[in-house]
Structures are given as C-alpha cells and as structure tokens.
Nanobody, 125 residues
Framework: QVQLVESGGGLVQAGGSLRLSCTAS????????VGWFRQIPGKQREFVAS????????GQTPSLKGRFTISRDDAQNTVYLQMNSLKPEDTAVYYC??????????????????WGQGTQVTVSS
C-alpha cells in the first residue's frame, strides 16, 4: 500500500505562487507515475498535470500551461506542482495520485491507483 501525502497548500493572494509537494510514506515514488488533480467545491475532480517515471514525459491541462509546472526529484522522493500567477478560480483541494509503472505503458491521465488526502489551496482576490 502506498500512502501519499500532499503539502504546501495554503492561502495566497491572487498573482502569488505556491509549490505543492507529494511524497510517499515509507515507499519510493521513483517507479511511480504521478499526477495532480484538483476539486473545486460542487464540481468534479479535474486533471491538472502528470509526470512519468524519471520525468521523461509530462501531461498537463492546456488551460494551465504557462502557470503550473510539474516536476519530480526522486532523490527527495517528491513530486512537485509549482503554481504561479494564481487566480481565485484556482481555489480547490489539490490531490496527488500515483500508479506503479507497468512496462512502457504511460498515459498522462492514468489510471492512478493511489491517492493522497488532499491539500487546500485558497486564492484570495
């Protein structure tokens, strides 16, 4: 069982930045594809970005390109989501998710088997 833990959320003013982190408790993430999702109250969870093992491939929601960047540091067992130029509409609970690499299979949209509990991001206007 992989337990994912998100951190780095909080309250920020519009135009500000946050960096979210996703780590795995007691397990290595290096052989996992990892994704970030978010859920706005009253709406369905939506895909934000994902990164394959070794960072060789990434995927991202087009509307967030240029503001959000996903990266990984396997030495730190952490996947990051750098969020810049934040807007009030980015307010959501952000979740990381992972799936163990299966051969050469890679899809930016998953599936993802393991999920964290989420971290709240609130952007004030």
């Amino acid at each position: 069982q992989v337990q994912l833990v998100e951190s780095g959320g909080g309250l920020v003013q519009a135009g500000g930045s946050l960096r979210l982190s996703c780590t795995a408790s007691g397990r290595t993430l290096s052989n996992h594809h990892v994704g970030w999702f978010r859920q706005i109250p009253g709406k369905q969870r939506e895909f934000v970005a994902s990164i394959s093992t070794r960072g060789s491939s990434t995927g991202q929601t087009p509307s967030l390109k240029g503001r959000f960047t996903i990266s990984r540091d396997d030495a730190q067992n952490t996947v990051y989501l750098q969020m810049n130029s934040l807007k009030p509409e980015d307010t959501a609970v952000y979740y990381c998710a992972s799936n163990e690499q299966d051969g050469n299979n890679w899809s930016p949209f998953g599936p993802f088997e393991y999920w964290g509990q989420g971290t709240q991001v609130t952007v004030s206007s």
